[in-house]
């Protein structure tokens, strides 16, 4: 349950703004304990405001920026910059930036403990489409995605669930800091054999490497 409005004007020049602001009351949650009982969420609020230009034009341009509360309250900043270019009706590419800043977003480690960090998320993601006519089509995508996550506060679910307390961790224990690179590459052939009878052929790349805080991106 919640409280959504949201809004979407379009203009005369085919130029696009929509806006955003939800309200989740209080509640428990017992999914990402994995098991280990229900815990209690703070009431959260979302605001977010994103535009795009005229996209029958052989360049637009769309962007958002937003913030949301995590769980336990703390802030994540967001912004987004795509740009499109379709000189033509058979080739159009396409180049999405998203980056958000997190702070305190809550994971589950192990039994009932949890770890809340501050993160940064880069995902970059680059597109190309061309159509060799009405039913061949070739795409190729290429997504990166990148996170890499402070650790910040150690908490610990109650026996019998609740509020999450805090939790002491012995010095010796490891980090729960980490870094996240992630590199998927897709290339898809369609063929439209008849109507309702496609033909797809489609290779996938991809790697998925966690190293530790004191490594870059």
């Given at each position: ?43 959260r609020v979302v605001a977010d405001v994103a535009f795009g230009t005229d996209t029958t034009k052989v360049f ?6 937003g913030a949301r509360q995590e769980d336990l309250g703390g802030w994540t900043y967001s912004g987004a910059l ?26 589950h480690q192990q039994n009932r403990d949890f770890t809340t960090f501050n993160a940064d998320d880069f995902q ?94």
């Open positions: 349950t919640g409280l959504f409005l949201r809004n979407t004007y379009t203009f005369k020049n085919n130029f696009e703004l929509r806006t955003e602001f939800d309200y989740f009351p209080k509640r428990k949650d017992d999914l990402e304990s994995e098991g280990n009982g229900s815990y209690d969420l703070t009431d637009s341009v769309s962007g958002r920026a795509g740009f499109t270019y379709k000189p033509n009706d058979r080739l159009s590419m396409d180049l999405d930036l998203n980056y958000r800043y997190r702070q305190g977003w809550l994971l970059p993601r680059l597109g190309l489409d061309v159509f060799f006519s009405a039913r061949q089509q070739f795409r190729l995508s290429m997504q990166w995605a990148g996170i890499k996550a402070r650790e910040d506060e150690f908490l610990e679910l109650p026996m019998g669930g609740g509020r999450l307390f805090e939790a002491v961790r012995a010095t010796t224990e490891p980090s729960d800091s980490f870094v996240v690179n992630r590199m998927t590459v897709q290339a898809r052939y369609r063929w439209q054999i008849a109507p309702l009878s496609d033909l797809f052929v489609v290779y996938t790349r991809g790697s998925n490497v966690r190293s530790p805080i004191s490594d870059d991106f």
